[in-house]
Each structure stands twice: as C-alpha cells, then as structure tokens.
C-alpha cells in the first residue's frame, strides 16, 4: 500500500488549544531513593503511579500543591524494616463523632507491616477505639490497641513503655501555630480530641511517618508553608506537628493504602487489601459508630465520597502495587 | 480541656522531604470557558477531577506533559449541541490485529452523544469492524458503521455523503511527518489501517475532536511539539494530524469516558456506562477478535491492563461526571 499524502490542511485551528487553557501538571520526578532503581532515562521518568493515584482530589483541597512526588515510596523505603511501629489514627469531628477516615487506613497499613514482621501497636483516644478495632477485626487482624490516657503529660510515658523505633499518624488531629486543634471548617475540636500528636513532638528517636488530606493533621508540619498559601482558613487549621516521612492524599485512608502499595511493590508481597474487603472496613466503623467526616452522617461513605469510589480507589492501587509500570 | 502546650521539638527533621523529591505537578487552571463558570477564588482553583483521572499514566507515556487541564471539559461544550456526529476508531497494531483499545470508548461516547439528540455514526475499516459492531451491540446501540472503502480518495465522497457537523477520532491512527502510520514501537502500519485521518485533513467545516494515548492517533498534531519532546522515537511516531479539541489520556477508552462524564457533568443526566458494562464490552471486543494493543494477546485487557482497573476508571469517572466535586 503506497504512503498515504501528507497532511494537506496546515491551518491551525485551536479554539480548545486557546491560551487560556494551561498545562497540566508536568511529570514530576520521584525521589532519589526510589529514581535511582529507575531504568528510563531521565526526560522520561514520570510520576510514579501510586502518587498520581493519591494526587486525585475529590475535594479539591489542593492536594496536588502540597503532595511530593516519591512520598509514599520514600515512607515505604523507611517502614520496610521496621521493628516497633506505633499507630496513631482516629479523628473525632464533632462531639461524640469519629470519622471513617483513618481506622481503615491504619488497619491496612499496620496489618502490611505485621506481615513485614514488625510488631505493630495502636494508640487512639476512647471515642475511636471501637472504630478502629471493627476495622482490625474485619481484617482478621489482632487488635493491640492502647487507649491514651485522658490527661496528663502521657506521652513519655507511652513511648517509654511502648520503644516505637518507628512512629506513624493516620488522619490524626495535628495542633496548629496557637496549639488549638481545628476542623476543616475551623472550628476548635481540642475538647473531644486527646492531644496524641504529643507523641510526635517528644524526641523519641523513633523515625516518624505522617498520613493526611486537610492540613490539621500530624505531619502536615512538614508541609506547612504550602498548604497555608493555599488561604486564609488553611493558614489558620494548618498543623505544626511535623514527621519525617509526609503523604499527602485525597483521601487519607488512600494515602495508608498508598504506602501499603508501595510496601508491595518494594517487597514483590501482596500487602493491600481487596476492594471487596475495602467495602466491608467501611461499613463496619459505621456499624461502630463512626461517621462520614464531610456529611457527618453515619453512612458507608467516606469524605463525602460513596464506597464504590474507595473500592475503585483501592483497585487501582492494587494494579500500580503489583508492577506499576506496563512494559510492552 | 486546656488547650495543648505548643509544639516543643521545632527542628526540621527532612529525611523524606530533602531536595531530591520534587513537586507533585502543581493544579492545573480549567480553561477559560470552564473555569469562568467556577465560583472558587482563583487561588483555590484545583485541576478538574476529570482531568485528574485521565492523566492517570499506567503505560508511562507522559501522559501529564501533553495533557491540557480542561480538555475534556472544553470536548464536552463542543459536542454538547452536535446534530451530525462521525466517530472514527479502530487501531490494527498488527496485521489482523485489532486492538481493544477505541471502539469501547467510542461506543460509549456515541451512546451519550445520541442520546443527546445528535445523529451519530461510525467509520472504520474492515478488520475494526467487528469489533466496534461487538461494543455497540454491548450497550444496546444501534450499529450505523461505514466502512472506509480500501482505496481511492474517499474521503470527500464520505464527509459528502455523511455531512457530519462534528468529527470524533478515538485510538485511531495519525500520519507522521513522513506520511507513514507508525505503531508505538516505530514500526510502519499502514499496510492494516486505511487512511481514515483523512476525514480530518480534508477541510469539512465540521467541528473536529481527537482522543489519543500514545501520541500517534488523529488529533495529536495538536500536541507534536510537547510530544516530540518526549524522544526520538515520540518524534518519529508523532501524528501531523491536528484538531479542534485534543483529549490526551493514560488510555484512549478512559479519554471516550472522560467526555461522556463530562457530558454528564453538563448536562445532569447520567451519560456514562458503568462498571459492569466496561466489562462486557472489552470481553465483547476480544470475542470479536480484538487483541490487547500492547500484550498482543487476545485476553480481554486493554493496553496491558486488567479488566478490574478499567472499571475502577469508569467507577471513579461516574463520580467525577457526578458532581465531580464535594461540598462540605
């Protein structure tokens, strides 16, 4: 078959390409640690997946603006050995209102790491403790939880008890700049909320990972200066509490499905749950008492977001775990 | 309760945060005719969530770099009123293979387009044939599909006798520079896949959409220039072929979906397929004969990924083309 003629009409004609439309987000590269097992040559490594699956933002909090490329593999590379973890979830939104983002992102990740071989414990407050451990227990897992103590200087006492070599915070209130813990709609929750991120601002040693999705959590410290150019209620909820180790996600549950991913991609485990499990964790910290954070109603939902969306989350997740990349 | 001490330790512990990790791409701005509509102060103005979904890069393509942010949205205006629609598809990656990759995206998106009121109908050539008629029966469409005669300069004699106001191209092979069809590996295909771009080469007046993955479909001339940039082999396969509205996406169908859940997002009617039927419809395509466009396989895959996480794309699209944002 002869070579079809060249392009005969050479106009350009671009009203969808028109200068008011921008680019979108130019690949951004991965972290050293993790870009240096990379085979492509450089000007075509892209996002890795698993970021790019955190990145989306449902609620449009700009998560892209403050989310670091490589920051779920660089909390994976840290976890990978880990001897002792401590996690640290629950958020309490309203009085009498735990939330159902957090618990199942702090099961999941904490079961990979058990399977890891590392001894995994939780530290949450009373009011999302059965939150937490309905979602342990629908994944089969056990349920080590430490409840912290109501008052008191705790948390030297904690850690001393518990020697975490390695800390993690999954959607945990974060104290902001005047010490207040605040929603995202900016109010104070410091009444229903004990201040576990003490166990993060006390030198321990441990090395830190933190999991969020609005600012006003433990660890987004680390990322304080971009989420508060984000506005003025930003700058106000943002907390200082930093971590090591910071993911930033859409969601917070996806960013410890995240890291769990990437614990699969770096050990060639299966170590995230499926999307049939995914929607049985939900339902269950609803049948214990939690409630959607962004409706407040205690339905199957999470950030406002219908189960069916998590377990296509969670897919994805699962696909860019295995091998991330097709290589045709 | 006391509000918390303030936080104590304040040195900057970085390990995960240290130069080597770059930004996540910073959110991109919608293009003017779509952001105009949003009531979010500038600053706040997040990338659209459809955009986000479809900028997922499984293949590694630089999907991110070629993209436009609205793009889906800006097709989506464009088709919204169409009468006449020519939708052209149907990519051979081999000699007598067919890929799973086109006709299920433009089935899907021709279902939302007729349901609109618009007269839609199919051009490909004959081994694309029976598997655009597979994904059509799928839905429950009817199966208006021309096909492209082998030789000759038909094109005028189809846009005369088709008179469409708007052309879509979905995974649809774009000339080169040089006149040649190039397959993502640089191998010629013209030999398999009639010169269909044509359509879009003869001036026609119609309104012109392409949707692409690879850089080497109909309407990627649009983007050469960011294209090319990727490589040496990226510049070889580029396609000349430009249009009027460009959607780039980590895979050509999510691209067909992305303007069905931006239909839907217009429109408040429910346009997209779901879950379920994406299945039916690749394993549709693989009865008829098609093959995974990468694996070559004839498993029901499309570009090396499986079943499960495209119907998690078209599960998060549903929400996306739903409200596409959540309102606290």
């Known amino acids: 078959m002869a070579a079809p003629p060249r392009q005969r009409r050479r106009t350009v004609r671009r009203t969808g390409q028109g200068p008011a439309a921008r680019a979108v987000p ?23 997946l698993i970021d790019q699956i955190l990145a989306l ?53 904490g079961r990979a790491l058990r399977r890891l071989g590392a001894r995994v414990r939780y530290v949450t407050d009373r009011p999302n403790a059965p939150v937490l451990a309905a979602a342990l227990e629908t994944l089969g897992e056990p349920r080590p939880i430490v409840i912290y103590p109501d008052n008191g200087n705790v948390a030297p006492r904690v850690l ?14 974060g104290r902001n700049r005047a010490g207040d813990y605040l929603n995202m ?11 576990l991120d003490d166990l993060f601002v006390v030198p321990s ?16 410290g680390s990322a304080r200066a971009r989420f508060a150019r984000l506005g003025r209620l930003q700058a106000r909820i943002a907390s200082v509490v930093r971590v090591d180790h910071l993911v930033v996600a859409g969601v917070s549950n996806w960013g410890g499905y995240g890291v769990a991913a990437a614990l699969s991609q770096l050990t060639g485990r299966d170590l995230l749950h499926s999307a049939a499990l995914e929607r ?9 008492g939690a409630a959607d954070g962004v409706t407040r109603r205690r339905e199957a939902t999470v950030d ?25």
Request: hydrophobic content about 45%; charged content about 20%; proline content about 7%.
């Open 280 to 288: 049985r964790l939900v339902q269950a910290c609803v049948a214990a």
């Open 160 to 173: 001393a008890a518990e020697r975490p070599t390695h800390l993690v915070a999954i959607e945990r209130p």
């Open 57 to 109: 933002d449902p609620g449009r909090r700009g998560i892209a603006a403050i989310a670091r490329a490589g920051a779920a593999a660089a909390a994976a590379h840290a976890l990978r050995g880990a001897r002792r973890v401590l996690i640290v979830t629950g958020f309490t939104v309203a009085n009498g209102t735990p939330e159902t983002d957090g618990p199942p992102g702090a099961a999941v990740l």
């Open 26 to 48: 130019a690949p951004a590269l991965r972290s050293r640690a993790v870009s240096a097992r990379a085979t492509a040559p450089a000007r075509r490594r892209a996002s890795d």
């Open 185 to 195: 709609r900016g109010e104070s929750i410091a009444a229903w909320n004990a201040p």
């Open 205 to 220: 040693g441990a090395t830190t990972v933190g999991i969020g999705d609005g600012g006003n959590e433990i660890g987004m």
């Open 304 to 328: 406002g977001l219908p189960l069916e969306t998590h377990a296509a989350v969670v897919e994805l997740l699962r696909w860019a775990g295995r091998s991330g990349i097709i290589r045709p």
